[in-house]
C-alpha cells in the first residue's frame, strides 16, 4: 500500500526520538509492543499502515544528532541501555531527512515548510505532520482567523497572524498532507484552517496528548457523574523536569496546558469545579513526572468524601507509542480520502477537535469502530 511520511516538528526532541527509536526496536523485533493502542487484538485487520510503512523526517530548531539524543535518553533512563546502538542505522536514516526549523515567519516560512515536504513526500504514498514540538502560549484572536480568503488576505498583505503551529499545519494542509497537534498549541484549531483542511481534501486531529494525569481523569470523572456523585472541587500538582518541565514553566506557555486539562472535567462532569492545576519545574526529575490530584466529592445526604492519587511516570515512554498509533491511523485516514476534524482520534486527546465523547471508554469504542469502517 505504500509508505506514510511522518514529519515530527520537535523531531529531535524527547518524545520525537524516542518514538523513531522505538519504531525502529519493533520493527528488528528487538522490544515488546506494549503502549501501543494500534497494536492491540481490536484493531487486527483494520488495515492500517505497518510499522514498517512508516518513514520519518522532521524539523527542528536544535541540531544535536538523534543518535546522540538517544544516548542521553539512555543515561536519563527513558531508552534500554543497547538500544540506541542496534538502531543506529534507522537513527541516521532518520537524521539524514531533517531539516532546520525555517526562521522568521508569514507567508515565507509557511514557503519553506512546504517545499520541505514536497521533497520529503518523493517515494511516499501519504504524508503526516505531527506536531510534537514545545507547548506555544494561547493565540491572540485575530480577525485573519476566522475564515480561509481573510487569512490569505493577512499572508499575502506581510502580516504575521499565525503561530507556528499554525504555520504548520497550513503549510501540511497546502503539501497535501494530514496534521496531528500532539500539544495543546494552537495547531489547526482556527476556522480559517479547518476551512483549508476540507478544500486540500486532508484530515487533521488533536490536541494535547492525553498520557498521565488527565488520562486518569477522563477515566475517574465519568465515573463520579455515572454514580451520581457531586464533586465539588478537583485540584492537581504536576512536577515536571526536562523540556517540558521548562517550557511549561513560562506561565503563557501553562496556560495553554491547562486549559486543555480542564476540559476533561468540565465535559464528563457537565460542569467546571473548584480547583487548578499548579505545574512545577523541577530540572533533577529529567524526563520523569510526578502528578498529585485531590478530589473532593459529596455523597448520600451531603457526606463529603475525598480520593487522592498520585501517578509518576515518563512523558516520553507515555506519549511516543501514542505518537506511532496516530501516524498509523492518520496515514489510514489520509489513503481513505477522510477530510477535515477525525473526532474519533479524541480517545488519544485532552481537548479533541469535532463532536465526540470525552470519557475513555466510549472514546475507545469509537475509536475501534472507525479503525473497521
Not at 514545545?134 to 484572536?141: G, K, L
Request: include cysteine.
Amino acid at each position: 500500500m505504500g509508505k506514510i511520511g511522518v514529519w515530527l516538528i520537535g523531531a529531535r526532541g524527547s518524545v520525537a526520538t524516542t518514538a523513531v527509536a522505538g519504531a525502529a526496536a519493533l520493527r528488528a523485533g528487538l522490544a515488546g509492543r506494549t503502549g501501543c493502542v494500534t497494536e492491540l487484538p481490536d484493531f487486527a485487520g483494520a488495515a492500517l499502515p505497518g510499522l514498517g510503512d512508516l518513514v520519518f523526517g522532521g524539523h527542528d530548531l536544535v541540531d544535536t544528532p538523534l543518535v546522540k539524543r538517544a544516548e542521553h535518553l539512555v543515561a536519563a533512563g527513558v531508552l534500554p541501555t543497547a538500544l540506541p546502538g542496534a538502531v543506529a542505522a534507522e537513527l541516521v536514516a532518520a537524521e539524514a531527512r531533517l531539516r532546520p526549523a525555517p526562521a522568521g515567519a508569514g507567508r515565507a516560512a509557511i514557503d519553506q515548510v512546504v517545499a520541505d515536504l514536497a521533497e520529503f513526500r518523493t517515494g511516499l504514498d501519504h504524508v503526516v505532520v505531527l506536531n510534537v514540538a514545545s507547548t506555544e502560549p494561547p493565540c491572540d484572536p485575530h480577525p485573519a482567523h476566522a475564515s480561509l480568503a481573510a487569512l490569505e488576505a493577512a499572508l499575502d498583505a506581510g502580516e504575521d497572524v499565525l503561530p507556528a503551529s499554525a504555520r504548520y499545519a497550513y503549510a501540511a494542509f497546502r503539501a497535501g498532507c494530514g496534521f496531528v497537534d500532539f500539544t495543546p498549541s494552537t495547531g489547526a484549531r482556527l476556522p480559517a484552517l479547518g476551512e483549508l483542511a476540507h478544500a486540500t481534501g486532508q484530515p487533521y486531529a488533536g490536541r494535547d496528548g492525553k498520557t498521565g494525569e488527565t488520562l486518569l481523569r477522563s477515566v475517574l470523572a465519568p465515573m463520579f457523574a455515572q454514580r451520581g456523585l457531586d464533586v465539588l472541587a478537583w485540584s492537581g500538582t504536576n512536577l515536571l523536569g526536562g523540556g517540558d518541565g521548562a517550557t511549561l514553566a513560562d506561565p503563557g506557555a501553562a496556560a495553554s496546558k491547562n486549559a486543555s486539562k480542564q476540559q476533561v472535567l468540565a465535559r464528563n462532569l457537565g460542569h467546571p469545579v473548584d480547583g487548578e492545576v499548579h505545574i512545577d519545574h523541577v530540572p533533577a526529575l529529567g524526563d520523569w513526572k510526578t502528578a498529585w490530584d485531590h478530589v473532593l466529592f459529596e455523597g448520600f445526604l451531603g457526606a463529603r468524601m475525598t480520593l487522592q492519587l498520585t501517578w509518576q511516570g515518563c512523558d516520553s515512554a507515555l506519549a511516543a507509542p501514542l505518537v506511532l498509533d496516530l501516524a498509523r491511523l492518520t496515514g489510514k485516514a489520509c489513503r481513505e480520502g477522510v477530510a477535515g476534524p477525525v473526532a474519533e482520534f479524541g480517545f488519544f486527546f485532552k481537548d479533541p477537535v469535532g463532536d465526540g465523547p470525552h470519557d475513555l471508554a466510549s472514546q475507545y469504542a469509537a475509536l475501534r469502530e472507525w479503525a473497521h469502517r
